[in-house]
């Protein structure tokens, strides 16, 4: 198996820490190189040193277990969505919805 690494991009947050946003995966190949894969592609910046350039930094990939994290996170948080917390506490929504609503 090829070693993995994970493309990251710094991106300024509001209380000016930098978070590393993901936006592709390189694998090592035969001839010693790296081949990319891009999700996204990085915003250029400009400096006036060097111009328009696009940086992006290879960190060793997370293991394949943690990719879904995130998934079991938001499905836990969705089941404690209002929606869901009224219908555990025995909320019915209106099943009769014939009622008269006049349209001029």
């Known amino acids: 198996m090829s070693d993995r690494f994970d ?3 710094a991106r300024p ?20 190189g790296f081949d990319l894969t891009f999700d996204s592609l990085p915003v250029p910046e400009y400096s006036d040193q060097y111009g328009l350039q696009v940086r992006a930094k290879a960190f060793p990939a997370k293991p394949r277990d943690d990719v879904g994290g995130s998934q079991r996170q938001r499905a836990a948080d969705q089941s404690q969505s209002p929606h869901n917390r009224a219908k555990a506490d025995g909320y019915q929504p209106q099943q009769n919805l014939n009622d008269e609503i006049p349209f001029k």
């Open 13 to 32: 947050r509001k209380d000016g820490k930098v978070y590393w946003h993901k936006i592709g995966s390189a694998f090592s190949n035969d001839k010693g």
């Open 7 to 9: 493309l990251c991009v």
